[in-house]
């Protein structure tokens, strides 16, 4: 039994982890995909490209791998009854999920592994290709609408490029290659940039435009008045930038400082550094402060005797008096001094900031990547137990519903995710309860579901769930008989015909006697509870002549059976069958009065009833006279 469901699991897990991968690589290549298309790389940049991309992947493909594998694999094994089976041998479910669960301890295992030591140097190398393959033929990502500074020397502004012939339109250069005196400005109507065939130069053709050069080494500003510079008008003109276009990968180290490329041990290694140095900042600051208070305190023991002045004279005319006593020249002087050092504070508190933002936000992005660690892998765990029962619950295999059901899952399980960590990383939520909130959501779902199918429970039983909204407001079914095909005894219809007038007078009676139409006892619905034992006997006696009418061949009867009600005999006199449960129901009155609106409404559906019994028994009796 381990073999065959092992072997069963391991064949779905292969295909679905390789489909999950390979989602997440398309849309990961669909993102970069200008940096891919018309650069000439080469199969082998592609190769190592697609190659990383899978690396970094694979932790964030296995869960919903898992999820759909074990989902098919059980729904499947429930459809062809083969978990009945081994249920009938006396075999529980959990231990059917035994030896699948060390399979993905395994497999969570090999997760952890891989975002522990691989992930993160093929997250390094891809960030280096990538790079570099932004560097390579920068002619085709020249923006629109904004200055493009990536070749060296050159800042280049286009109005609009035509991307099917490459021809760049409302062109304006701003250059300073070497030395001041360099410094140009040209305009041009259109232009062209393109490689050179050896890669080491780009072409630059501009048509129709202008030419302005700075003839003043002194000064970079051409705008003034008193600057010389050279003016050249051209109609077509050519020139050779020095660039090297081939394809040179960027050095990847220069990305180890992202906490995406680190371990578990560098991680904690930044984590301490990345504290020390906002506690050093912390404490350079405060001292800072510190002295700055003490220098106050010294200037204001220094300058006691001005400040009695001031003192003596607050107590004698307002200070506002001092402020007007000062001539122009001096309100002048103290508005802009005060102003000076507001926005000198202003500045250097906002610098503070800056620096202080940056360095937590550093913090909190390495805590985050050291969870995920830890949750990614245990996602594995948590999806098995979600989609395992659930698939021995629902019991349907193949492509169907269970993708359906498992994508749901994981689109619940990505947004809580994403969520969770967004929030976390901008430091709104704690982070570890914002990058743990998705396994803490997930886990009691397994659990439950778990639960439900070693107990064969009916969790998604359609008909149980309806039958519950239905009670819950009242409503009822109608009858649906049809003629039967084959009919052994026939209705003993003179005993029936005395039946239905019986029942016809006593529905008569009970309607005379208890006053339906009126407003119910309050105190006798919720704390003195009297079954209604008249109406228990014509629902009885009522079932009873349906299903000896029901052996009837006339078409008549059976329309009028039909429409006769199914009574709930004890729904207008209580609300719940616990006596404890109504009496606690009556003592809060919001719920108590909305529960007794509703047995009053009971209580006029049950007259209607009676009517209605009343009205078509007396049809099948004049039907049964016209027979005899």
């Known amino acids: 039994m381990d073999a065959f469901t092992m072997k069963a699991f391991l064949q779905l897990l292969a295909a679905t982890f390789f489909v999950c991968l390979f989602v997440y690589m398309m849309q990961y290549t669909w993102r970069f995909l200008e940096e891919l298309i018309g650069k000439g790389l080469s199969m082998k940049v592609l190769g190592n490209f697609f190659w990383y991309m899978g690396l970094t992947f694979v932790p964030l493909a296995m869960p919903p791998g898992i999820l759909l594998a074990s989902l098919i694999t059980f729904g499947n094994m429930g459809e062809k009854l083969e978990l009945l089976s081994m249920k009938a041998a006396g075999i529980p479910l959990l231990r059917v999920f035994l030896p699948l669960v060390f399979v993905v301890l395994l497999m969570s295992g090999a997760s952890f592994y891989f975002q522990n030591n691989i992930g993160p140097e093929a997250t390094k190398q891809l960030a280096a290709l990538l790079w570099s393959m932004k560097q390579k ?6 923006p629109e609408g904004e200055f493009y500074s990536d070749i060296p020397g050159y800042n280049i502004f286009v109005e609009h490029k035509d991307g099917k012939t490459g021809m760049l339109y409302g062109v304006m250069i701003y250059t300073n290659t070497n030395t001041q005196e360099d410094t140009q400005i040209v305009l041009a109507d259109s232009a062209r940039l393109q490689s050179t065939e050896d890669k080491m130069h780009l072409m630059l053709t501009l048509y129709n435009g202008e030419r302005f050069r700075n003839m003043d080494a002194r000064s970079a500003n051409m705008m003034r008045a008193e600057v010389p510079y050279m003016r050249e008008t051209f109609t077509h003109e050519v020139d050779l930038i020095e660039f090297d276009g081939n394809f040179n990968v960027m050095d990847a180290t220069l990305f180890a400082g992202n906490a995406q490329t680190k371990g578990l041990k560098s991680i904690w290694r930044g984590i301490d550094s990345l504290e020390h140095r906002i506690d050093s900042t912390g404490r350079a600051l405060y001292n800072l402060e510190l002295r700055g208070v003490m220098q106050r305190d010294l200037f ?19 200070y506002d008096s001092l402020y007007v006593h000062l001539t122009h020249d001096q309100l002048q002087n103290s508005i802009r001094t005060a102003t000076s050092k507001v926005r000198q504070l202003k500045a250097e508190y906002e610098f503070r900031a800056l620096i202080s933002d940056e360095e937590n936000r550093q913090l909190r992005i390495h805590k985050v990547e050291q969870h995920r660690k830890f949750t990614y892998s245990l996602a594995c765990l948590i ?11 629902i019991r349907k295999g193949g492509l169907g519903l269970p993708v359906v059901i498992g994508v749901s899952i994981f689109i619940f399980y990505y947004i809580v995710n994403a969520g969770g960590e967004k929030l976390a990383k901008s430091g709104t939520w704690d982070i570890t309860f914002g990058v743990w909130l998705s396994s803490m959501v997930l886990a009691p ?3 439950f579901l778990t639960y439900k199918a070693n107990q064969d429970s009916a969790v998604f039983n359609i008909d149980g769930y309806r039958m519950f ?7 009822r079914e109608s009858r649906k008989l049809s003629r039967k095909e084959v009919i052994i005894n026939d209705p003993d219809y003179p005993a029936l015909h005395d039946q239905l007038l019986q029942l016809q007078s006593d529905c008569r009676q009970y309607t005379e006697e208890h006053s339906l139409i009126r407003m119910p006892n309050y105190w006798k619905i919720f704390f003195e509870y009297e079954e209604d034992t008249t109406v228990i006997d014509i629902d009885n006696r009522l079932e009873y002549i349906v299903g000896e009418l029901h052996n009837s061949r006339d078409r008549f009867i059976l329309g009028a059976l039909n429409e006769l009600p199914i009574l709930v005999p004890d729904a207008h006199t209580r609300p719940f069958r616990n006596a404890r449960r109504n009496m606690a129901a009556g003592i809060f009155l919001p719920l108590g009065l909305f529960l007794f609106l509703r047995i009053w409404r009971y209580r006029l559906r049950l007259l209607r009833d009676m009517n209605v019994i009343q009205e078509k028994s007396q049809m099948i009796v004049d039907r049964i006279g016209k027979q005899n």
């Open 445 to 447: 779902i397994g659990t």
């Open 469 to 475: 909204l239905m009670r819950l407001f009242g409503l």
């Open 383 to 393: 999806f098995f137990f979600i989609g395992a029962p659930l698939g021995a619950i």
């Open 137 to 142: 033929s920068p002619e085709l990502e020249i």
């Open 300 to 318: 204001m023991r220094r300058g006691k005797d001005s400040t009695n002045v001031v003192a003596r004279i607050g107590k004698t005319e307002p």
